[in-house]
């Protein structure tokens, strides 16, 4: 299934979209989707209904992120192999883990800010995978199993605060709007092999990212066994799985950094698409 959360003069609203592209409507059998609506049995009921019956949602929809009430906002470094070295960086031997603020959650085609101060705001495309069932201790083998679903996540990036504030990498990336996030969430089931997805990202009709989740150094399964010893993840924590290259501080000889009326457009195989005005921050 591919859910989705829309914005109304109401609130935000739950939606789904059927086997034939048309978006509905799902607030008659859930109330959003939220960590509580991950659940196996929920998701299970969601997917046993007629989605002809729901009512067809018209016009372009206001995305809001495909997931509400998120918990944890976890993020993985340098994990493909194509962009550690484009940096300059070594492989990791471990996953390298940063924290993104959930205040930085913003919807799939909402405006990014350049926040004052900025020089080098930066894109990076990224499979975000969605914690459907909880997760402790579990195993590479088993930790698919703990998957709602993934979708589409931008790890917007401030380099010279990552790099220059001293300190975490968490300073350069939680911006307000630098995690758009969605526009669906794409259930476990219609991604059977979460390493076998096309990337994309476009700066101003350019093509800047082209990659591919075969060439992650650690896998999604990889990921969630080397977190769950660390912490429990639980329903609606958020992982984004690292980068491939083509950044705009990786741009030879001179990197190339966002400015105010750029748009990007990101893509995933299978999980939709994104698409962001750049503004500065007021």
Known sequence: MK????RTAEGVRPGLIDSEGVPRDLAQHVADVTPETLNPSVLAAIAALDARALPELEGALDYAPCVG?????????LNYSDHAQEVGASPPAHPILFMKANSAIIGACDDVCIPRGSKATDWEVELGVVIGQAAK???VEDALDHVAGYCVVNDVSERDFQMQLTGQWTKGKSCD???PIGPWLVTADEVPDPQALDLSCDVNGQRMQTGH????IFSVAEIISHLSQLMTL?????????????????????????QEGDVMELEIQGLGRQRQNLRADQ
Do not use: E
Not at 213 to 216: E, H, K, L, V, W
Not at 239 to 254: L, N, R
């Open 234 to 258: 639980h329903p609606g924590d958020v992982i984004a799985t690292g980068t491939p290259p083509g950044v705009g501080m990786g741009q030879k000889p001179t990197p190339i950094f966002l």
């Open 3 to 6: 859910l989705f959360r829309y």
């Open 69 to 77: 009430g998120i918990g944890k906002f976890l993020c993985i470094g």
């Open 137 to 139: 201790y579990v195993t």
């Open 213 to 216: 989740t075969s060439r992650m």
């Open 177 to 179: 709007t630098f995690g």
